[in-house]
């Protein structure tokens, strides 16, 4: 069982009154899955088909690229349209932000790094105050190097940057802070995400940015947000990915199933990675029970199991499972040996006993 980090709590949705579709980051709430849209912010049918989309994988907060005054005007249909939080991701235009905050957003994502205007920093600060809306932090590893500084440890200059935001948000009686230190490297990433944590009790959103296509974001991904929650540090997250959002969701929340940070809501194949020992097509099996899994997805783990070192073992740990030897199966369903099963219909019975578990 991973011990977090203790935070303050953070309500997202319902400004001062939260609705019951807020989400709470920090203190005990479980660790929630974000994802940013695609779409031009403009376009609000694509925007709001694509939240829906996003809410149904299981994305439970989402946020919107807010570039233009246009794009901000749309952030209050937006919100009407849909269920989840969204928030707005201001960059350089603090008329922009107040212009977030006066369409209802649930919450605003700003660098006041790149707002050059202290008084109206301050005047975001004290609209997003008044209205009940927090404020995500989000300084990220190429925003903070200032000339002399080349030779600084960049998580250091992330942390003291941020806090020294923080400090000026506080200053103005504003706490509702989450606070994120995203760098595209995963070392540096992790060094200011443990030295913030170790300062503040501010919860933070977890994320390594710029990470790149699937095949190298889900890696960096899975090492930097999942070693973070695995020492318990981490309120939220998003899977930067160069791709579909929905991939995003999907890999957050494997990264939560695979620390036991969220159940599994549907199917877990576990199955071994195949050596000399192996005596049956596993690669064969594994992939064709895949594909013809039920659609209705009961939390269930099955294994598929190649030979006799391990496999008994990890087939009897699951719901039901096959460990194979030299041209059959041994069937477990619930830590009990059933039968044993001919390779040749090993999928068609696996099947069959998944359907009336179902």
């Known amino acids: 069982m991973i011990e977090r980090r203790r935070t303050r709590p953070v309500s997202v949705g319902g400004g001062a009154t939260p609705d019951k579709n807020c989400v709470q980051i920090g203190g005990d709430a479980p660790v929630s899955i974000q994802s940013m849209t695609k779409t031009h912010t403009e376009d609000i049918e694509d925007t709001t ?5 996003l809410e149904e994988m299981g994305c439970e907060i989402i946020r919107v690229a807010v570039p233009t005054p246009r794009a901000a005007r749309c952030l209050g249909d937006i919100k009407r349209r849909t269920r989840i939080p969204v928030v707005a991701d201001i960059h ?5 932000a107040l212009e977030a905050i006066a369409q209802g957003v649930d919450k605003i994502r700003i660098n006041p790094g790149n707002m050059k ?14 209205k009940g809306i927090p404020i995500r932090i989000g300084v990220n590893s190429g925003s903070v190097k200032s000339p002399g500084q080349e030779e600084e440890p960049l998580a250091k200059l992330m942390v003291e940057t941020i806090l020294r935001y923080c400090e000026h948000f506080e200053s103005l009686g504003f706490r509702d802070i989450v606070l994120s230190l ?4 995963v070392p540096t990433t992790m060094a200011a995400y443990r030295a913030v944590a170790g300062q503040c009790d501010y919860p933070l959103h977890l994320g390594v940015t710029a990470a790149g296509p699937a095949s190298s974001s889900i890696i960096k991904s899975a090492i930097g947000i999942g070693g973070l929650l695995s020492e318990g540090i981490g309120d939220t997250l998003r899977v930067s990915i160069t791709g579909r959002p929905h991939e995003e969701v999907k890999a957050g929340l494997d990264i939560l199933q695979a620390l036991g940070l969220r159940e599994h809501e549907g199917w877990e194949l576990i199955s071994c990675p195949t050596c000399g020992r192996c005596e049956i097509d596993l690669i064969k099996i594994v992939e064709e029970v895949k594909a013809k899994l039920p659609p209705e997805k009961k939390a269930l783990q099955i294994a598929i199991m190649g030979c006799a070192v391990n496999g008994p073992g ?6 039901i499972g096959i460990a194979g030897g030299r041209g059959f199966g041994l069937l477990f369903k619930k830590g009990e040996q059933v039968r044993k099963i ?4 090993m999928v068609s019975q696996l099947l069959h006993e998944i359907e009336s578990m179902s």
């Open 49 to 53: 088909a694509q939240i829906k989309e």
């Open 92 to 96: 350089f235009s603090p008329q922009l």
């Open 117 to 130: 205007d202290k008084a109206k920093v301050e005047e975001v600060v004290r609209a997003a105050k008044n």
């Open 182 to 185: 995203k760098a595209s490297d």
């Open 314 to 319: 990890e087939a009897q740990e699951c719901d």
């Open 342 to 345: 001919p390779e040749s219909e």
